[in-house]
């Protein structure tokens, strides 16, 4: 299963503010830089998230962002929602449409295994399990690319 773009730079965005705690904001160019989002998509993903009562959003001198619960109460799944991401598991992996569990295709029975896998990780991942020493890549590295 492949994530789009704006649901990567959700995770990242949360990741951050996970490594940072409830008690902490963080600018939208300190979280540009360091979840390696593109400063003018930041406002865009913050946008949802706030919207989704996973972000407290304050303006001004001593702005930024903080989630807005403790990272074991946030899943990934959560996260995933705010931006509109649903998995797609009416889709028929073969390409026949909707998916026919009565008329299944070759790919049904390990598509329908990777659909319920992802759920699982999704449901049951929080941000507590973000690594909060982890290293960040240089801002907009290309990562895996020469």
């Not at 789009?4 to 503010?17: C, G, P, S, W």
């Not at 070759?106 to 295994?113: G, I, Q, T």
């Amino acid at each position: 299963m492949i994530l789009n773009q704006t649901v990567e730079y959700a995770l990242r965005a949360m990741a951050v503010l996970a490594t940072h705690g409830v008690d902490q904001r963080v600018t939208s160019g300190d979280l540009a830089r360091d979840a390696n989002i593109p400063e003018h998509y930041v406002s865009k993903v913050m946008r949802r998230l706030v919207l989704a009562g996973l972000v407290d959003a304050k303006r001004g001198h001593h702005g930024g962002f903080q989630l807005s619960r403790p990272p074991h109460q946030i899943a990934f799944i959560d996260v995933l929602e705010a931006v509109d991401f649903q998995p797609e598991s009416q889709r028929c992996a073969f390409g026949l449409g909707k998916c026919n569990p009565s008329a299944p295709c070759a790919l049904h029975p390990a598509y329908a295994a990777l659909n319920d896998a992802f759920l699982e990780w999704a449901r049951g991942t929080t941000l507590v399990n973000v690594q909060p020493d982890a290293i960040a890549p240089a801002p907009h590295a290309q990562v895996g690319r020469p």
